[in-house]
């Protein structure tokens, strides 16, 4: 009956599945490998047949489990007297080199590891973390060595953490309409390591990207005005909203241990969300403490109403309305005398024209994608409690975001 299965689903010219045996003493149906009479084997160099040399000892492939039961193929590889290369180990269309597992079980391995976490993909199936870290290799570099680049439109670039001690990777995202994916991983967030990408793209394909998505990190800036002279470049929203709530918590910080100091009423204590959030979003209980902390004067609150008042910005379509409503708000805030908010109305104003390429744009990119891409990576790396190496999360990163091609079986196992 296996034999039958293996015949219709798994079946290969020139080989032949000879016997099947179940061995219950670690659970594992044995399966006989031989090639067929006057089949000539293939040349693993260069792919073309030849006269047979010698047969080697048996080796062991492992297959797609069954029942509960591991799969074994055992086949007794030939060596081939190559006219081109000389004597060489034949090619068996099932294996990959030296791999112990079948191409099937590779590709089984790997789509189960995009949805579980490695550890859990082999204790599932009964394998090691390593087998399926062996499997998932495979594949991304097939599908690195495969994928086509072709017209890239839209680029967004950020960096997250992976690691303690300030360890960050710089990655790469094609944001098109039709196509988001991972393009390239950076050990680093630095000039050197994101010089890497437009290195691996070349000048041709740099020079035709219209819209690049960024943060404010000097060093992202200055590559992207290097390599993509024509594209507007984008600021990051969400880094933008970021450093103006950094600033208001670092107002309220800092006046909150001042009342307390002077023995005032503790009024910012647990008020911490209430500003940072938009009035929207905020709970019944934040509403009311809200409602109090706006009562007073003080910086925490003209700070607040800076902020708010920022929101509108956002809503312009005109980038020199936009760009106006911008100057105007810089310079109500420079003459607050709130030293965090200043600092931060300075920074706008060193990125006006950045800012503005958003509106010029049209509002059609933005980080919404590349945050949820972040969000997507995070995930899994935290499915793994962290990977050890960069090669590790490397892999695992372009298998999950990658959306690379993949090797086709004749028939799907999962």
Same mark, same amino acid.
Request: hydrophobic share 40%.
């Given at each position: 009956m296996l034999i039958?299965?293996?015949?219709?689903? !798994? !079946?290969? *010219?020139?080989?032949?599945?000879?016997?099947?045996?179940?061995?219950?003493?670690?659970?594992? #149906?044995?399966?006989?490998?031989?090639?067929?009479?006057?089949?000539? *084997? #293939?040349?693993?160099?260069?792919?073309?047949? %030849?006269? =047979?040399?010698?047969?080697?000892?048996?080796?062991?492939?492992?297959? $797609?489990? #069954?029942? =509960?039961?591991?799969?074994?193929?055992?086949? &007794?590889?030939?060596?081939?007297?190559?006219?081109?290369? %000389?004597?060489?180990?034949e090619d068996v269309p099932w294996g990959i080199g030296k791999h112990g597992l079948?191409?099937?079980?590779?590709? +089984?391995?790997?789509?189960?590891?995009?949805?579980?976490?490695?550890?859990?993909?082999? &204790?599932?199936?009964?394998?090691?973390w390593e087998k399926v870290c062996?499997?998932?290799?495979?594949?991304?570099?097939?599908?690195?060595?495969?994928?086509?680049?072709?017209?890239?439109?839209?680029?967004?670039?950020?960096?997250?953490?992976? %690691?303690? =001690? !300030?360890?960050?990777?710089?990655?790469? +995202?094609? $944001?098109?309409?039709?196509?988001?994916?991972?393009?390239w991983i950076g050990k680093e967030r630095t000039t050197a390591s994101f010089e890497q990408f437009f290195t691996l793209i070349g000048k041709e394909r740099a020079?035709?990207?219209?819209?690049?998505?960024?943060?404010?990190? *000097?060093?992202?800036?200055?590559? $992207?005005?290097?390599?993509?002279?024509?594209?507007?470049? $984008?600021?990051d929203r969400f880094h933008v909203v970021a450093k103006m709530n950094d600033a208001i918590d670092d107002v309220r910080a800092s006046e909150a241990r001042r009342m307390v100091q002077d023995g005032y009423e503790p009024v910012l204590k647990k008020s911490r969300w209430c500003l940072l959030?938009?009035?929207?979003?905020?709970?019944? /209980?934040?509403?009311v403490k809200l409602s109090d902390v706006l009562r007073y004067n003080l910086q925490s609150v003209r700070a607040y109403l800076l902020k708010e008042a920022f929101?509108?910005?956002?809503?312009y379509d005109s980038p020199a309305w936009a760009g106006k409503f911008l100057d /105007?708000?810089?310079?109500?805030?420079?003459?607050?005398?709130?030293? *965090?908010?200043?600092?931060?109305?300075?920074t706008m104003r060193t990125h006006r024209e950045l800012l503005l390429n958003y509106f010029r744009a049209k509002k059609a990119y933005s980080s919404g994608v590349v945050e949820g891409l972040n969000n997507k990576a995070k995930v899994t790396m935290r499915k793994a409690y962290g990977f050890r190496t960069f090669k590790i999360t490397e892999l695992s990163l372009y298998h999950a975001l990658g959306k690379l091609p993949e090797p086709k079986l004749t028939h799907s196992f999962y």
């Open positions: 039958r299965l293996l015949n219709a689903c !798994h !079946h290969f *010219p020139g080989f032949v599945y000879e016997s099947a045996s179940l061995d219950e003493t670690v659970n594992t #149906i044995e399966v006989s490998v031989r090639p067929r009479r006057r089949s000539s *084997p #293939i040349c693993s160099a260069c792919g073309k047949s %030849g006269r =047979g040399y010698d047969t080697l000892a048996e080796r062991r492939f492992e297959f $797609i489990p #069954i029942w =509960g039961f591991a799969v074994v193929l055992r086949y &007794r590889m030939r060596r081939v007297q190559c006219r081109t290369c %000389g004597v060489k180990v079948t191409r099937a079980y590779m590709l +089984y391995l790997a789509h189960w590891a995009r949805k579980l976490s490695w550890l859990e993909t082999a &204790r599932s199936f009964h394998t090691t062996q499997a998932v290799e495979y594949v991304v570099q097939w599908g690195l060595e495969q994928r086509q680049l072709g017209h890239i439109h839209a680029l967004g670039v950020d960096e997250i953490a992976y %690691g303690r =001690g !300030h360890k960050y990777l710089t990655l790469v +995202y094609q $944001i098109d309409a039709g196509c988001v994916r991972l393009l020079s035709k990207i219209a819209f690049v998505c960024s943060d404010m990190w *000097p060093a992202y800036l200055k590559v $992207i005005a290097s390599h993509c002279a024509n594209a507007l470049n $984008i600021l959030k938009r009035p929207g979003n905020l709970t019944d /209980q934040q509403r929101q509108q910005f956002w809503e /105007q708000w810089c310079t109500q805030v420079m003459r607050s005398r709130i030293t *965090p908010m200043k600092k931060f109305a300075k």
